[in-house]
């Protein structure tokens, strides 16, 4: 089946620094990916829409300077936390479409816990 | 607006059968999916439903009615392990996927 992998799986950071977390798709080409916050006890939040060699589309709310996403190849996308704060504490999670058969689907990555200091 | 709904939180004993409703309103409908979630963990692939009717895999079945915007899920022969959030989500006219909040399912032996 088609793996997604999330890079790092927990990071912990104190408040000002930038933090880069990063999607691929293991096994499969993803024309899009999409990244998704997670508060506790919350249901997921997408933040944006990124397709491969394209700006990356940003939800209502989510500031786009502050979580910049890169989706430079069919296999890797990345989001950038600048200048974290506490309250950017959440869980990311990143899944990936791969526009074939399948075009409806995302596959989810694990997850990566931000703790901001 | 697009709504999703479905109930916050359900409870159901070791071995037995629950339903979870999933109810929407959304522009365009382009396939349902479930999924599960356990604490901490990204969501993970149940069943998806883009015809009316009965979908079975195993303990778990989805249901839905395009014409009454509803689906749910059956799980059978209830398991400790079993204890999740599970989220039903639609896809709408642009293929974006619409999420629900979520029903939190305990299960208690």
């Known amino acids: 089946g088609a793996v997604v992998s999330q890079h790092p799986s927990r990071v912990i950071c104190k408040s000002g620094t930038s933090v880069k977390i990063e999607c691929r798709s293991l096994d499969f080409q993803a024309t899009t990916m999409f990244w998704y916050r997670q508060f506790p006890k919350q249901s997921l939040m997408l933040m944006a829409t990124?397709?491969?060699?394209?700006?990356?589309?940003?939800e209502q709310g989510v500031e786009k300077d502050k979580f910049l996403i890169n989706h430079a190849s069919l296999t890797l996308s990345t989001l950038t936390v600048t200048s974290a704060h506490p309250e950017d504490s959440s869980f990311y999670i990143c899944?990936?479409?791969?526009?074939?058969?399948?075009?409806?689907?995302?596959?989810f990555g694990p997850g990566t816990r931000l703790t901001v200091l | 607006g697009q709504n999703i709904d479905q109930p916050t939180e359900m409870t159901a004993t070791e071995g037995a059968i629950v339903q979870i409703n999933c109810t929407y309103q959304?522009?365009?409908?382009?396939?349902l999916f479930w999924y599960q979630q356990h604490a901490g963990e990204a969501p993970t692939f149940l069943s998806y439903n883009v015809l009316d009717g009965l979908e079975e895999k195993g303990r778990f079945s989805s249901f839905l009615s395009r014409s009454k915007g509803y689906s749910y899920l059956l799980l059978k022969e209830l398991q400790m392990k079993d204890s999740a959030s599970y989220l039903c989500a639609v896809v709408d006219s642009n293929y974006q996927l619409i999420w629900g909040a979520g029903t939190k399912l305990i299960i208690k032996p």
């Open positions: 959304t522009s365009g409908f382009n396939g």
């Open positions: 990124s397709n491969e060699g394209s700006k990356a589309t940003y």
């Open positions: 899944s990936a479409r791969d526009g074939g058969v399948n075009y409806n689907e995302q596959f």
